[in-house]
């Protein structure tokens, strides 16, 4: 990696970004700049570095820097110290001085983070490759990080069809949920007759507690806009639309100064790299309605309507924005592409297990020890993922099961944890890949609690549009309150799985469809909780208050 | 001549049928006098599949299908009548049933409601599920017309006809999921809206009582929907 100005365009007018021709200091100090990091006060740790840095008169050749997310998220905020590669923890504003007096002697030993731990060994990056290495507010960071280097590959050694090939080979399949092959669905836009195209980057986001998208879109902006204008370049499209929700102040601010960058130094706009080609992104902002995450409502509301799907085909592959064809493709997914074009579809398809390639960023969540943003390959199980890279289970609880697919997947097992992961077997154990949330379960959950919290977010984001979701969702809700009250009987339960198989089977669009999953998955496993509640009126994990003069008015 | 005018030949519950490829699964099966049952769907108006109660079997479809929204397809075969299907459709009724409040009895579209008469044909003697009886005021404030929400099933055949035949887009809808509900411009009453051209289109295509003439009285309020086809046909001919 050499910082010349690689693939650099040509109209750029240099721009604010140029390292100019300062010598690189000894030491980089990097504050993680992430919203988890933020919210535990990484702002104020940055300015006091910085503060401290000034005062020492620069005593020490150093320099402070911001980055993207570092991925331990639980320990934030952390700061790195290069070329050391030391790491720390929970640092706080007073711990400044004591780090930079610490650069180039002894570590601060209160602080420090080792990182040859299997949180970090055992993660295989490319989404996440340049994440807490580069500022993600300056774009020479990514150039030097070979940015930008994919899309000028692209454009100038590939035709369309060499590009969608190349995509193709790898088997990169579509992260944000539903796992469609990547490259027939570019193939698909590109065949499709239409004067105009669109690229939609979806960054909705909706599945709760799920946040691998925003943090990519906060760290490492320039790598989805890249992955957007090659993917603008082999669909024939020339205009990129990110749709991502209002409530992420924080990437839509990075992605705008982003795309002020890129069209600046010529990597978007007019004429980009200096080939004819050209390509425009514009940032559309979400309400954050989970049901805008859908690619058919995703579009209505990117038209200005009331954001509701409706009935595919056509597919918005060939009827999108506009009645024009539309590829949507997922942050995540995206994202692979510069590094899939810059390395290769075989090195990408060496990664992963026969029918899932690559890696899969993960929001590890729930009662674990490591919460964070995790990248692995696929292939690797469920217990690898929770007891190496998690760090187990926190107190002397046991595990009970993983969530995965947020509220439109399921609920897999404590015995089924060695199963690798991919979209073929997370599917066979009645659960989906999703887009990235995986919720860890332990023995003081009530799964019927679990089912229940779900359900009630599918009713409160079903957009009401068809009858079996609307209505669906809420009776559904009803029956599984009435369960965790105590309050129900086994008829009742034989409604439940009455109306989870109606609402799957005839809801308009995948919200409805998958609404039922987590229900169904933990009738599957874990049945004799809901039996306890109907039958013995008790809750076996004692979450659920169960009154016990129900009982004796039975 | 376009791919979509190109003539399917399919098979229908059994029999066989040929099609346009312009044609939906429901023009099909209406044209060979198979009767799907459907609320949302109205001749003339934009198809929005939310009724759910038209869903077919197709052959190699991994789904569902809703006739009223689903071209045909070449070679496709089509079940419109299973037992699974029949199920399904008994159970989305019960589900509207239990939706708001549709006590026959005190109805003004008594005798001439949709959603009464594919229930009876359903079948159905009562419904499985709570009633959740969602309370909405009555809006009678229009000079001519009543909106009773308690009665409306959100098929949104009343949007669709003000914004597409009548051009005033007077009635959207607000809210989502079991919240959402019908609102007359910016969610004022109906005698104020500004928009309303008092053409009581909305009235005529209703399939229940939720939109009615005032004045009439319980079971007196049947509703004139030739109109639309006949717009329609006129629509169609000078396009
Ligand atoms: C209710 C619902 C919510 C969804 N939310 C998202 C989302 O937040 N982000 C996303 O990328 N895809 C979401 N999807 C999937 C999209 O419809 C679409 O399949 C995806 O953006 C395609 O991109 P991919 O091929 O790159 O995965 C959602 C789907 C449904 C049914
Ligand atoms: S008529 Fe097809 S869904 Fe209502």
Same mark, same amino acid.
């Given at each position: ?99 930079? $007096?610490?650069?180039?002697?002894? /570590? ?21 490759? $340049? ?197 949507? $493709? ?38 674990? $020890? ?22 187990? /289970? ?88 009435? /369960? ?71 | ?239």
């Amino acid at each position: 990696m050499t910082p010349n100005n690689k693939g650099r365009a040509g109209n750029g007018n240099g721009g604010g970004n140029g390292p100019g021709s300062r010598p690189a200091a000894d030491h980089c100090v990097r504050v993680c700049k992430a919203a988890g990091c933020v919210s535990a006060g990484s702002e104020e740790v940055f300015a006091a570095l910085s503060d401290a840095l000034k005062q020492s008169g620069q005593s020490v050749n150093c320099e402070v820097k911001g980055a993207g997310c570092m991925g331990l998220c639980a320990a934030g905020p952390l700061v790195s110290v290069e070329p050391e590669g030391t790491w720390y923890r929970e640092v706080t504003a007073e711990d400044a001085p004591a780090i930079l $007096n610490s650069l180039g002697g002894e /570590i601060v030993e209160r602080l420090h983070l080792p990182t040859n731990t299997p949180f970090f060994e055992r993660q295989e990056r490319i989404v996440l490759e $340049n994440m807490g290495r580069i500022d993600p507010e300056r774009l020479q960071e990514y150039l030097d990080a070979d940015g930008y280097a994919g899309l000028n590959k692209a454009l100038t050694e590939m035709g369309p069809a060499e590009v969608i090939d190349e995509i193709t080979q790898s088997g990169l399949r579509g992260r944000g949920g539903g796992g469609y092959s990547t490259g027939l669905k570019w193939g698909t836009v590109a065949k499709a007759v239409g004067e105009r195209k669109y690229v939609v980057c979806n960054a909705d986001e909706g599945d709760p507690g799920a946040f691998m998208d925003r943090c990519i879109l906060e760290s490492d902006p320039h790598r989805v806009l890249e992955g957007m204008a090659i993917a603008g370049y082999a669909t024939g499209a020339s205009q990129g639309y990110v749709y991502i929700r209002a409530e992420y102040p924080l990437a839509i601010s990075r992605l705008r100064s982003a795309i002020r960058q890129a069209e600046r130094e010529g990597y978007l706009g007019n004429r980009v790299c200096g080939t004819p080609f050209s390509f425009t992104v514009e940032v559309r902002l979400g309400a954050g309605a989970f049901v805008c995450g859908e690619e058919t409502a995703l579009i209505h509301s990117i038209e200005g309507q009331r954001g509701t799907p409706r009935s595919r085909p056509p597919y918005p592959a060939q009827q999108g924005l506009w009645g024009c064809p539309t590829l949507v $493709n997922n942050v995540e997914t995206l994202a692979n592409i510069p590094s899939i074009v810059r390395k290769g579809s075989a090195w990408f398809a060496s990664i992963g297990t026969e029918h899932s390639k690559g890696t899969k960023v993960f929001a590890l969540a729930g009662r674990v $020890n490591n919460t964070g943003l995790i990248e692995v390959p696929m292939g690797i199980s469920l217990r690898e993922i929770i007891f190496d890279i998690g760090g187990g /289970i926190p107190g002397d609880h046991t595990c009970k099961g993983v969530q995965t697919g947020g509220p439109s997947g399921g609920c897999i097992p404590a015995d089924c944890l060695d199963q690798p992961v991919d979209y073929e077997s997370l599917a066979g154990l009645g659960s989906i890949m999703g887009s990235g949330g995986m919720i860890v379960v332990d023995d003081t959950s009530c799964m019927v609690d679990v089912a229940k919290y779900f359900m009630e977010f599918c009713m409160s984001e079903s957009c009401g549009k068809c009858v079996s979701c609307r209505a669906g969702t809420s009776q559904l809700f009803d029956l599984l309150d009435k /369960i965790t009250k105590g309050e129900a009987s086994e008829a009742d339960l034989a409604l439940l799985e009455e109306l989870c198989d109606l609402v799957k089977h005839t809801s308009l669009c995948g919200l409805g469809q998958s609404a039922p999953n987590p229900v169904l998955s933990t009738l599957r496993y874990f049945r004799d909780e809901y039996l306890s509640h109907i039958v013995d009126k008790e809750c076996p994990a004692g979450v659920c208050s169960i009154h016990r003069d129900v009982e004796a008015a039975v | 001549m376009s791919v979509l005018q190109e003539v399917k030949t399919l098979t229908i519950n059994g029999r066989e049928a040929s099609a346009r490829g312009d044609e939906t699964i429901l023009e099909i099966a209406r044209e060979h006098g198979i009767f799907v049952p459907t609320l949302c769907h109205l001749h003339g108006l934009s198809p929005v599949g939310g009724c759910r109660l038209c869903l077919v079997e197709v052959e190699g479809a991994n789904r569902l299908l809703p006739a009223c929204t689903t071209r045909v397809g070449e070679g496709m075969v089509i079940r419109t009548d299973s037992d699974r299907l029949k199920g399904y459709r008994r159970m989305i009724l019960e589900l509207f049933l239990s939706e708001r409040n549709h006590t026959c009895s005190v109805c003004v579209s008594n005798g001439y409601c949709e959603l009464q008469s594919l229930s009876r044909d359903a079948g159905i003697t009562h419904v499985r599920v709570p009633y959740r009886y969602q309370r909405y005021t009555v809006d009678a404030s229009h000079e001519l017309f009543v909106a009773d929400q308690n009665r409306c099933i959100m098929c949104t055949r009343c949007v669709r006809v003000c914004e597409e035949v009548e051009g005033a887009h007077t009635w959207d809808v607000q809210g989502r999921g079991i919240e959402a509900r019908l609102i007359s411009d910016m969610n004022e009453s109906w005698g104020d809206s500004d928009s309303c051209t008092s053409c009581g289109k909305c009235v005529q295509v209703c399939p229940t009582g939720a939109l009615s003439e005032k004045g009439k009285s319980v079971a007196e309020m049947s509703k004139r929907k030739q109109f639309l086809p006949y717009l329609t046909l006129m629509r169609d001919k000078w396009k």
